[in-house]
């Protein structure tokens, strides 16, 4: 497949453009005629005038239609399109900028529930329908809190801080590392000022994530470090709601440990995870995660991979039973490090089986994710017609086994 810089800058409007997208749709975004964007995709004539117009209505930057920069994969002109909106809503409420046709924001009490919701549609894995939502939210908990009485302003503040945070692991998922670094520190300025430690904490959990994903390893593990240090509860006396945050944070540390290769400081953050779990017998939801002992298992088997203990992870997969308890995106998460540890095994129809499921459980959720593409590249030579629907669903071509290294950076990051 050619490179996004060999392409003409006709075939990557027509590209970016997308199915859905027709030439008169394009024409009418950039009020330019029909002929003007025909001539533009067959590379007849693209004037400055018109590029910035398709780049507008295309909501990418000029340097992606010239070739300059890459587009991230899977990104759809609708995805851009929220994305764009959520990159205003933070940027603009950052800056104190607030909706001007808002005469009466929503209450406390509403925005909670709306922010609720929000987690709750992201853990189904529709990220593009979060983004949607989170924009508005922004805006709306901003300006919450400017009309919020004084001495009450508390819980404007974190419900503003749990409405950035939302907006920087949709970003983060998107690609969007920049404008996701930008929203997880609005959210920490706005949690510090809500004066709650685990809404604080959580928000530091999610700017290590943001680090994992810009392959940032040390830094991440030294914040989930210390993210999960602050909050670390007596469990003689912790409520479900701390158990929860505390047993997310120091998973979250065991698994950028394993992606170091710290094989020592995995196992003892795994262990502190696992009795996390116990402690509270099933899993629980707070603030927009769920932990559990279920969830300390199935994230387990991801650690064990990572580490190279492939047999290990086996053995926790075949003790893994029903995980129905998990959001569906966490079911899907588990789904893809048990197809990878099959895989790792030479288990190439068992893997097959695994991935498969899971795509064709949750096609929009996979669209966003790296890991797939790492199994289907790992299993390799096992091209048979499977693997070639695979790789359609997921974006890229089946690739020989034979030669084929596995990507240490792609399982780094691919989170």
Not at 169 to 182: K, S
Not at 229 to 248: C, M, N, Q, W
Not at 267 to 277: E, I, K, R, V
Not at 338 to 343: M, R, T, Y
């Amino acid at each position: 497949m050619p490179q996004w810089s060999e392409f003409s800058t006709g075939q990557r409007i027509k590209i970016l453009r997308g199915p859905d997208m027709t030439q008169e749709d394009l024409a009418h975004a950039c009020h330019l005629s029909v002929d003007a964007i025909r001539a533009a995709e067959r590379d007849v004539r693209l004037t400055l005038p018109t590029l910035l117009a398709v780049s507008a209505a295309l909501h990418c930057d000029v340097s992606v239609i010239l070739g300059q920069s890459t587009p991230r994969r899977a990104t759809t002109h609708a995805d851009r399109v929220i994305m764009t909106a959520l990159s205003h809503a933070i940027h603009d409420t950052s800056a104190g900028r607030l909706p001007e046709t808002l005469d009466e924001p929503p209450t406390v009490a509403e925005l909670s529930e709306i922010v609720t919701q929000a987690w709750s549609t992201y853990w189904t894995g529709q990220y593009a329908q979060v983004g949607a939502l989170a924009a508005p939210l922004v805006r709306e908990a901003a300006a919450r809190l400017h009309v919020q009485p004084d001495g009450e302003q508390a819980s404007a503040w974190a419900v503003l801080a749990d409405a950035y945070r939302i907006s920087a692991y949709v970003a983060n998922l998107m690609g969007a590392r920049d404008l996701a670094y930008a929203a997880i520190g609005h959210a920490h300025h706005a949690a510090s000022q809500a004066a709650d430690p685990l809404r604080a904490a959580l928000v530091d959990s999610g700017r290590a994530w943001v680090y994992l994903r810009d392959a940032r390893l040390a830094d991440a593990l030294d914040l989930a470090e210390k993210a999960a240090t602050d909050i670390e509860p007596r469990f003689s006396k912790a409520s479900h709601e701390e158990l929860t945050v505390y047993g997310s944070h120091i998973n979250f540390a065991a698994v950028v440990a394993s992606r170091m290769a710290n094989s020592v400081r995995a196992a003892d953050y795994l262990s502190q995870s696992h009795a996390a779990g116990a402690r509270m017998g099933r899993e629980h939801g707070a603030f927009g995660t769920l932990f559990g002992p279920v969830t300390a298992t199935t994230q387990a088997v991801g650690i064990k991979v990572s580490l190279g203990e492939t047999g290990q992870a086996l053995d926790l997969i075949d003790s893994i039973g029903d995980v129905s308890q998990l959001q569906k995106a966490a079911q899907h998460r588990y789904a893809m490090d048990k197809a990878l540890a099959q895989a790792d095994a030479r288990m190439w129809d068992s893997a097959l089986d695994t991935l498969e499921g899971a795509l064709e459980d949750a096609p929009e959720w996979a669209r966003h994710q790296a890991l797939p593409g790492v199994i289907a590249e790992k299993i390799g030579a096992g091209s048979t017609a499977r693997l070639r629907k695979v790789s359609r669903i997921i974006g890229v071509s089946p690739v020989p086994r034979e030669g084929m290294g596995f990507a240490a950076a792609d399982r780094r990051t691919a989170l």
